[in-house]
């Protein structure tokens, strides 16, 4: 007897974020100090340069700034030979002009003279007296110099919207002034496992009974996601009790992932618990996918609410597929590729899979001197260490009937 | 005429890489709380673990526990009969033992009862009254069952120190009942800005002037890491005010990083400076790598002092390669290897290089439907925009003369 449950329609993993695209929102804005907890943050608007960079023509060589005409044709037997006018100090104006036949002299970093249209590095000049060196070799027109907007330009757009932010970008902001910055608020995300038999690591445990190693992964996942994760415990099996805390958890966050058990009761009473929601709409409820098959996901007004399987490599999927992605969408990030960073491998074993559905298979990469091998770790998904041992995830199509043993496949790296 | 200072011995990215682990050694524990703030966390012993995991039998469907041979030949139109001796529910002690003839119903992830080696799936079962089935499918021994030590073995090896703990193994350790660790303290690294130009990027700035840039992409490389950075703000380039700034700096910190101008005068002070500690040992003076060749490599008791070149390109290049490199040296990292993660594609220009100087070149990276295309941004080390742009890098190696439009080449990946 199949309970009734089985026949959700079951959507593929494209169509499932295709749902979650078209129903989510950025979140609002926050502003931010100029400082690296801007690292991975969303940029909320288009950011333009407030400014001219850097502003000002700027010598990139120790050595002379010289109209370059004047050196033209110099060589070690017949050097060209110009009156010294002047210095440019570090930070300070130019104050001197260069005027045919004279140099000024200048440091890497400083501010050109007016006038003069090139620099030449000190080692090809010699001074001859006080106020007279030769340089010993030609200098173009531009050479040595960095213009006053060659880095950025005033209305410049820097980085668009949506832009995730790196290290140089965090530079850049230092270096246009911009001491303030609107990135999107993070999402918040809470995190409640369900289970009789699911226990709080610091518990003994008796038989029969397992620690909760869910909560712990996927809140390190949704941090890792760029969420604020919140932990909220252990509920059992019975309606009230997890109805309670998902309120609650909805209440808290932006996302409230529940993971329950596998077994068909326990997926009834979170099914239940959801459409009890005055205003949930059940958009996904079952996923051509393995492992991750019996995931559940609603919409309770702007908040999602997703129902997981309860075996840890399951969760770990689905998260990585769907929460990620969700996470993504909601911190307004431009780029939501799934994992964008892989490796080519061959595969070292035959792996089977079944059309119409999306396998996700962990893998040890092992590099040798020639090749990159991906070892598929074949072990049932209740067993974290499966994902433990793993340092990469394969896909296998949903079309396809599996992998033959010296494929070459993308690794996508953990 | 060469200045004196440009005559040191210039060594190869490999060798200084070499210096360094040679030199540096992993900095001591600290005890963290099982939480998601282990992540990216270097674990400081072998992880053995502690008890079998799940530590009994477990059913992953629902169904029944049976013995197997029961059920060997059972099919629709010929299933086997069983009584149904009891039930084991979740999160309970399994009390009733299965003997020939008998099932007990089991749910996904409750305890297999004594007596029983497989589950049959509640799909192909159906009860014809209150205390008898039938099965009308064979299961086969170890069906549906993870076995007491199938996820980990008491005494087993989990991961090995030096591990850097991903979210799976924050789960794993939760699910060992593992609510404290011993992971390798952060590195701290203080950051100074050198240059009587550089100004603090909430101010005005004058001709001639320019923002503090490094200060905020280096805490943001430092932070991303994995160590703790603290921004010490900016020198003017005298020695009193650097030795005194570098002093604290070294006192605050296992790695003070200053980030120069590039002029001659200003490396002069810098290495002055450095020379001034009494127990300096100059480990590495010029690289042979482009941007980033003045860099500056001291170490002063346990302690590390880089001196960076002041353009923003060249700090970013050089923090990669030896200062990220030497973070995760003292984190006790296993992998240090410098960005795991690269892409394949095709060069879109020629790029010239000369032999003896290992490259780093920023890429913006394409995709097209067909190809993946780098296309080299060939900019000034001084522009910011440069690395703002890119979102790869590529390296021409030490021996090479450039590469040539259409070669493949490995892109790393910011």
């Known amino acids: 007897m199949v309970s009734q449950n089985y026949f959700f329609k079951v959507k593929t993993p494209r169509e499932v974020q295709n749902i979650l695209k078209n129903t989510a929102e950025p979140l609002e804005s926050e502003s931010l100090e100029l400082s690296e907890k801007l690292l991975g943050r969303t940029l909320y608007d288009d950011l333009v340069s407030p400014v001219d960079l850097p502003g000002f023509d700027r010598a990139i060589m120790d050595g002379f700034a010289v109209q370059a005409r004047d050196t033209f044709g110099a060589s070690p037997s017949a050097p060209a030979y110009l009156q010294v006018a002047g210095e440019v100090k570090m ?47 030609p200098a173009a027109p531009l050479d040595y110099i960095v213009g006053k907007t060659d880095d950025m330009e005033k209305g410049e757009l820097v980085l668009e919207k949506g832009h995730t932010l790196r290290a140089q970008d965090i530079g850049a902001l230092a270096g246009l002034g911009i001491t303030s910055l609107s990135v999107t608020r993070k999402p918040r995300v809470t995190i409640i496992s369900s289970g009789d038999e699911v226990v709080s690591p610091e518990k003994e445990i008796k038989y029969g009974q397992i620690r909760d190693i869910n909560s712990y992964s996927l809140s390190s996942l949704a941090k890792q996601a760029g969420a604020v994760s919140v932990r909220m415990g252990i509920v059992p ?6 109805k309670e805390r998902m309120a609650e958890g909805l209440e808290k966050s932006d996302i409230a992932l529940v993971s329950g058990g596998s077994s068909v009761g326990t997926r009834d009473v979170t099914l239940d618990v959801i459409k009890s929601f005055e205003d949930a709409e059940i958009l996904v409820h079952g996923i051509s996918i393995r492992p991750g098959k019996p995931t559940i996901i609603a919409r309770i007004g702007s908040k999602y609410l997703f129902g997981l399987p309860g075996n840890p490599v399951s969760v770990m999927i689905t998260f990585d597929m769907f929460v990620g992605y969700l996470i993504a969408l909601l911190s307004g990030r431009k780029e939501t590729a799934w994992k964008l960073q892989s490796v080519k491998a061959q595969v070292n074993k035959n792996v089977a899979s079944a059309p119409g559905r999306e396998d996700y298979i962990g893998v040890k990469i092992i590099k040798t001197k020639d090749s990159i091998m991906a070892e598929p770790l074949l072990g049932k998904s209740a067993l974290i260490s499966t994902m433990v041992k793993a340092n990469g995830l394969i896909r296998i199509p949903l079309e396809s009937e599996g992998i033959e043993q010296g494929s070459e496949v993308d690794v996508f790296v953990f």
Chains 1, 2 share one sequence.
Do not use: C, H
């Open 91 to 137: 930070g300070e104006k130019a104050s001197v002009q260069v005027i045919p036949g004279q140099a000024v002299k200048v440091s890497t970093g400083s501010m050109m003279p007016e006038g003069a249209n090139a620099v030449v590095m000190v080692e090809y000049t010699d001074y001859l007296d006080d106020k007279t060196i030769e340089v010993t070799r």
């Open 237 to 242: 099996d019975d309606f009230n009790s997890l």
